[in-house]
């Protein structure tokens, strides 16, 4: 009587099996992403009040959401997902202007250590008079 499978085809499909099973125990390699403006504290010590949009926009870079709506509205958003699997970071600061000067800043930042912000949600950020 012959046997149902050779010894090569039945190797090949033990190899084959071992193979397609490995791949379920190591996870693949996933990279950081970061997305938007990173905003954190030593660009927003940089801003003081009737600064134009063009000073604002050297000391923090350009807008991610520049709404058409609300023209006196820049919002900067940043959001950093791990590749890890770990938490999502995500952060906001608005900036807001009266007749193309720079009135108030709120939004939450991150601390310039990088360590995670103590507080959680949106906060006024006050900004400096300028002197006279």
Known sequence: MRPVLSFPSFFAVVATSLVLTACSFFAPYRIDIRQGNHIDETMLAQLKPGMTREQVRFAL??????????????????????????????????????NDKLDRVEGDTAPVDGKDATESGARVIEVPKAKD
């Open 61 to 98: 870079g350009s807008p991610l959401v520049a709404d058409v709506f609300h023209s006196d509205r820049w919002d900067y958003v940043y959001r950093f997902k791990s590749g890890r699997g770990g938490k999502t970071e995500r952060r906001a600061v608005s900036v807001f202007f009266v």
